[in-house]
């Protein structure tokens, strides 16, 4: 196949490149791949990584924290101290302003809206007595995130994002004039699943906001906050310090996890947001737990000692994961690029690629893909309500293929890439 | 002091006999105690039995369970196969109607609660949406129950209860009459507090309830079921069976954790129901969480082997145990058992002694033990609202203090029921 623009090639030269992406397609099929890249989910090469902590606790370690509670017994609903400190010098937060949960921040972003939509925060009504809910979506963002709100009848608007982050303008527009909105979903570091960072004037932006409900909340999800791919990362201003100096130091939540730092499903996860949200969340989190798991949250501070530990054990994942995405992005120039169709992202941290398709192919790629061999994450998923007007979004998660199955998973992208555009400049 | 019935005392003697206690009771105020009796939380000791668990699952251990799943990544979201298996062999229910979950059942109890309030269940309209629900709670009960129920904003109706389990004829009345009935809180085996094993009769009486709301749902919190006092425990009928035969298996949902087996809050919680229900639950626990601690579920599997391995290791649990509920009932029946002034379990196993004081006692009693060093349950913690209309129910927990400790306790425990009594007897 000729690399060169597809918009620049006749109509007979676009036939021959449709039937030779087909041949080039059936092929592929013939090969009888399976390979699954739908999730972000690390490989098995990153999950060994860990294995050490399986035993930075053994039986005769000791099981009092450093404030003199057993992490064996009930108690203790906002984490243990040691633990507190550890997320907080990750965050740029202050230890007194986190709360260490169980193994999942997904589950700590449920609570924080179940709580304002059953019980009401910060003197509002619930939301379940409310005709209407939104809640600002920037978008392509992540499908869990959407679903989440979704599952709490939250109508969702979908917010633009470029390089810097989601359209402050908008955002701003939207929070300051409608009582009705009552948050936005942001993954300010290497956003999922776009990998940009967001701007320090996109992070004053969001502190400087005035917004017409009470009980608005930025989710700030900074599931990726040390989840480099360079080695020198960028060094955003934290949400933290914007609010802090702005004043507005309850319109956000912070979570993060190490769900990508050690085990997904069996680490740590934790958020941090002022001490009067903390205290009002923590009357209604105390009623629906005795406590989360003490144990694993004292097993990881053992295993890393510190942040900068931490930080340090991302080197290794680095390690593992940068030939991957370099993989991704490789094959992207050499195949795609020449034929200026399609445009992606070049991320330098997280867990994704996002590739804008051309119009109207998004899901016939994936299908294309699905039947030989590959199964992405569904197109439109990085909507609100799987709807990408455009169906041009896909998101990219190149982490859990080995990287010979990973080529082989992008060589299949690019014939379908080519295919459905090919399949639509000849129709 | 006199050890005959104090009804059967003149009014110069219960004078006589206040003055003593008085002077008792400052005797021990002046020993500055503090102790703590509030919660049923296992001892130290207990906790040091399961220490081995921390060296079960060592980093070369092998993290892939029987169904070739990685434990240490995303997925399998309603638990691993064999930590099902474990669960449904300690329940007498299948492994398939089995959902393995976090380090706590109210966790999951509330998630069963948050889903038919915010999204309905088995077709019915969303709780949320209704004007009423209630819920039956038989008395005395477990508070942390009643405040789920209270979060959800249920009307709580309590139902008396007796050595066989709760009222049936309430029951089926209420629940067959009434379709804002929701649902029940039950503990068969051992109920918190009185001890009690439901009968039989009653396991077969609920089993056979045609409630008006097709939502209705028992919630059978068999919590202490492995927790055993005696070496030949009761063998009740359970649920599963029941409802089996009586082909009302989408009634229950079965929880059990491994709380007071290994450790508080590092456990593993489970429940049990149909797989219809399982599959509806599963819908939305899908979106709360990507997964449960699958690592820990695998670790206390490695532990234990099975089921029977489980049961041993509770034998060791009732040694430390059994000479503690000894001290609290020798402590009752050598002195407050001649005065006929109140009543208390024995129970052959779980957590507590639920002790009936005299009618409109048990705050001051609960007050006087406080002020004298000792924490209690909360007087009416036992019943919905904290309302005990009779003033009359203590909750004793045992199991954490130290025996000399216990004995203390339990020593200024006796010299405020008598006081409470007197003061009573002699305004």
Redo the contacts between chains.
Sequence with gaps: MEKKPLNAQGAEALAALLQQTKDAYDAFQAKKLSLNMA?G??G?EQ?DL??????A?????G?ISESGD??????VLSGISEAKKLFADILGAKPEEMFIG???S??LM?ACL?IA???GIAGCPAW?TLDKVKFLCPVPGYD?HF??TE??DVEMIPVPTDENGPDMAMVKKYAESDPAVKGIWCVPVYANPTGIVYSDETVRAFAALKPAAKDFRIFWDNAYCIHHLVAEPKKPLTINQACEESGNTDIFYQFVST?KVT????GVAAFNTSKTNLDELSK?LG??????????QLRHVRFFGNADKMRAHMEKHRAVLKPKFDIVLDMLEQEIAPLGIASWTKPEGGYFISFNAPKGTAKRIVQLCKEGGVTLTGAGATYPYKNDPDDSNIRIAPTYPKCEELSQAMELFCICVKLAALEQLTK
């Design positions: 999730r989910k690390p098995p999950l860990t294995l050490p902590l399986m035993d606790l053994p039986a005769d370690a099981m057993d992490c064996r017994n009930y108690g169980g193994n999942s997904l589950e449920f179940q939509y059953v019980k379940k869990r679903a989440l599952y709490f769900s085990f997904p499903g069996a209604s009623i629906q737990t005795i406590g989360f798991d003490k144990i694993n």
